[in-house]
């Protein structure tokens, strides 16, 4: 099993093209390229860690039917800003794993200091689509970031020069 971490997704949301410049001609495009991409490079037994911003949709039901059975690998849910789908309290704001003897902090909102950062933890997160400058060994995993694809663990290694 790998690891892979993402975030802003916004499936269904078709203001997302104009505010971040998206290439894709339609909503329906571009959410059918990103069920493409993730499934190109997860595999159903993987992980996969969202933090936020997942799917503009009302309802869990709707997210499962039109995105979530589409994609590969079992699923880790964070709230983000756009997540109302996820019914309130129905999943937690952080989310911390160790891989290969590695704690990384999932949230997604960018955070200075995480728990153990000065410890060696990574911080992974989304929301910002890029804008902030890269601090210590925090990252955004947002797809705007990494064309359109999820980021694994094997690939954190390599950004933080592990």
């Not at 790998?2 to 329906?28: C, I, N, Q």
């Not at 590969?72 to 800003?81: D, V």
């Not at 704690?103 to 060696?120: I, K, T």
Request: charged residues 25%.
């Amino acid at each position: 099993m790998l690891f892979y971490f993402t975030a802003d997704e916004h499936f269904g949301h078709a203001k997302v093209l104009e505010y971040e410049s998206r290439p894709f001609s339609s909503v329906e495009e571009m959410d059918e390229e990103l069920i493409r991409r993730h499934n190109a490079v997860v595999r159903p037994e993987d992980a996969v860690i969202h933090a936020g911003d997942f799917a503009f949709v009302k309802t869990r039901e709707l997210a499962e039917e039109k995105y979530i059975s589409r994609l590969n690998g079992e699923h880790i849910f964070l709230y983000g800003s756009h997540d109302n789908w996820l019914g309130p309290r129905r999943a937690p704001d952080i989310h911390t794993v160790q891989v290969d003897k590695q704690l990384v902090v999932v949230c997604h909102y960018a955070m200075r200091v995480w728990p153990r950062s000065h410890y060696g933890s990574w911080h992974v997160f989304g929301h910002s689509h890029g804008l902030l400058e890269p601090f210590g060994l925090s990252l955004d995993v947002g797809v705007d970031c990494h064309d359109f694809y999820p980021v694994s663990f094997q690939r954190l290694q390599e950004l933080f020069q592990l």
